[in-house]
């Protein structure tokens, strides 16, 4: 049995997973891994030295900044080479309208692997996902939540979580060699400095922390669009001493560094694979409550378990939250951190309920 899989671009940090899925597989199944090498786009994209087998590269051609055109689905779709075709179910993919019809005609077992659904999507969007879910024999979602919106939308549809993760097996082997180091910050944010992330409302809480006497400390590692207005920005509400910039950041013995630096991991927007990094190196998480404004791997982050979770967009819940964090002996709260991850966000975990859903249809 044949089967083709499709991501939407190469992510570096998918690598992990795909080699798991590339090493597990059954010897009755042949997997090819197509993954995009668009390398004007702002991805770090998959190298040659990739562990991961039968690995077809192309392009995505994209129609606008944010929807493109998968040429190879369609003809693999169309053609007869593979029994199974599993698809990266975004609604801006334009050749996934045409490939989810295609491999029904011809016979094939069809997949979607994704975020499935938020529950915020307007008229258009929830019938664009519907369109794709009906014809899929199985659905692979990142999240819980999105398993009980799609099943609200399509009663009895056939849907897993696979949920996401980075290189557990490394990260963890990274952590438990690094030296422990005094805490330094009170909180860290890693990631893309985009508005999505919501960064001011950070900073006004550091205002308001000033404003009463409990100066905060932040470490931001990372860079993007919007670094030079919210640099200006802590300047304007002075708490530009508040926070240490380290830059971007790439190096995962300088990560863990980082995080065993700082009591709680802060993201004021939404939060994605920051979760899974923090939670790796054991450090809780602070984001947001409202899960239709999240990203899936939020689900993770139970309140004063392993973090804490504020009101959305509201400023001084957020202040609250904080002031209160920083009172917390967090040592049962950083084992938490591991325990809430090690079971389900693991490339091992993603690939056996890979292989144990697409089993079902051998």
Avoid at 81 to 106: C, E, M, P, Q, R
Avoid at 164 to 178: G, H, M, P, T, W
Avoid at 334 to 352: G, H, M, R, V
Wanted: proline share 3%; aromatic share 14%.
């Amino acid at each position: 049995m044949k089967i083709a899989l499709f991501t939407d671009q190469g992510a570096h940090y998918r690598e992990p997973v795909f080699s798991q899925i590339s090493e597990d597989t059954p010897p009755d199944f042949e997997i090819d891994f197509y993954i995009p090498s668009n390398k004007k786009r702002d991805f770090n994209i998959l190298g040659t030295d990739t562990k991961i087998k039968n690995v077809y590269r192309f392009e995505n051609r994209y129609v606008t900044k944010l929807s493109y055109i998968q040429w190879p689905a369609i003809k693999v779709a169309l053609g007869s080479k593979y029994d199974f075709l599993v698809l990266w179910g975004g609604t801006n993919v334009i050749s996934n309208y045409f490939a989810v019809l295609f491999s029904k005609l011809t016979g094939k077992k069809l997949f979607l692997w994704g975020h499935g659904a938020y529950g915020n999507e307007g008229f258009l969007k929830r019938l664009l996902r519907k369109y794709l879910f009906v014809f899929a024999d199985h659905q692979f979602t990142y999240g819980d939540r999105a398993v009980k919106i799609i099943n609200n939308w399509l009663p009895n549809k056939k849907l897993v979580p696979i949920y996401n993760s980075l290189d557990f097996v490394k990260l963890n082997e990274i952590y438990l060699k690094a030296p422990d180091h005094e805490l330094r910050w009170d909180f860290i944010f890693v990631g893309r400095l985009t508005k999505v992330k919501n960064l001011e409302l950070l900073f006004q809480a550091l205002q308001m922390g000033n404003n009463n006497g409990q100066a905060f400390s932040l470490l931001i590692v990372g860079s993007g669009a919007d670094e030079d207005h919210l640099k200006a920005l802590t300047k304007e509400l002075d708490v530009d001493k508040n926070i240490t910039w380290a830059g971007a950041c790439y190096d995962e013995e300088k990560l863990v560094e980082y995080f065993k630096k700082s009591r709680f991991c802060v993201s004021p927007g939404n939060i994605g694979l920051m979760a899974m990094h923090s939670l790796y190196f054991r450090t809780p998480v602070i984001t947001h409550n409202c899960l239709a404004q999240q990203m899936p791997e939020a689900e993770v982050i139970k309140d004063d378990y392993n973090g804490f979770l504020f009101e959305y967009n509201d400023l001084e819940d957020l202040y609250k939250t904080m002031s209160d964090s920083i009172k917390v002996d967090t040592k049962k709260m950083n084992e938490n951190c591991f325990d809430s991850i090690k079971d389900d966000y693991t490339p091992l975990a993603q690939s056996t309920t890979f292989w144990r859903t697409i089993d079902l249809y051998n």
